[in-house]
């Protein structure tokens, strides 16, 4: 699995395709904190952003390998590893740029009330669920589920705004209890949100490599 990991980051580095929604992040970002704020809210914001960010990242790693390439690598590791891969590798590169955010947040923002270190816990764990619940938005609106790119394209940005709004999401939890709570006790809200992620990325993940062994 780590060199296929590492097949898949190596396609994304050389195709650049990646810079685009790192920019966009970093826009987002640049744009929406500003230094000497609460540093909750903007944790919320670095979170949030994180989102879309993960899933278009995954769907670029999904979709980003020539159809010759992807029979190999199947042969070689199998169908399912493959896909998996792609998408660890997306996730995984979106979850890096989250973490440095964090970081930068933190260190530009008004800790105070909350402190550094639980700040810094807090806004790992909201970009944890918000990319977690991306990776699944992005494996959902990608082959082998939809393979055209007009209806992939749709599916992800319904999905985006869905896993933002709706009711029951992990990330929008997360991204709630960052803007509303207040001090270190916010890391345990943010602990539910954060497993409710995860578990919900497990089962799309496994749904996802056992659909593109058998569909593909």
């Known amino acids: 699995m780590t060199a296929l990991v590492r097949y898949h980051a190596g396609l994304l580095l050389r195709s650049q395709r990646w810079l685009a929604p790192l920019v966009l ?15 909750l809210g903007a944790l919320a914001l670095t979170a949030a952003a994180l989102l ?12 980003q390998e020539p159809s010759a390439a992807r029979a190999v ?6 169908r399912g590893r ?8 997306g996730a995984g590169g979106a979850g ?5 955010a964090v970081g930068t947040v933190v260190a530009v923002t008004d800790t105070r009330g909350v402190g550094p270190a639980a700040a810094v816990t807090a806004g790992l764990l909201g970009a944890t669920a918000c990319a977690l619940v991306g990776g699944a938005v992005g ?3 990608s082959r082998p ?3 055209a790119t007009g209806w992939s394209l749709a599916a992800l940005v319904v999905g985006v705004l869905l896993a933002l709004v709706a009711a029951g999401s992990p990330a929008r939890q997360a991204v709630t ?19 409710g992620a995860l578990v919900l990325a497990s089962a799309v993940a496994a749904l996802s490599r056992w659909a593109t062994a058998r569909l593909e």
Do not use: D, M, N, Q
């Open 96 to 100: 890096l740029a989250g973490a440095v």
């Open 73 to 78: 690598v199947a042969a070689a590791g199998g």
């Open 145 to 147: 589920f939809l393979k």
């Open 25 to 39: 992040y970093a826009a987002v970002l640049g744009i929406g904190v500003h230094a000497g704020e609460p540093v």
């Open 52 to 63: 879309p960010v993960t899933a278009w990242a995954v769907r670029i790693c999904l979709t």
């Open 177 to 195: 209890v960052l803007t509303t709570g207040s001090g270190p006790g916010v890391l345990f809200g943010l602990l539910p949100s954060a497993a």
């Open 139 to 141: 494996a959902l609106a």
């Open 82 to 89: 493959g896909h998996l891969a792609a998408l660890l590798t």
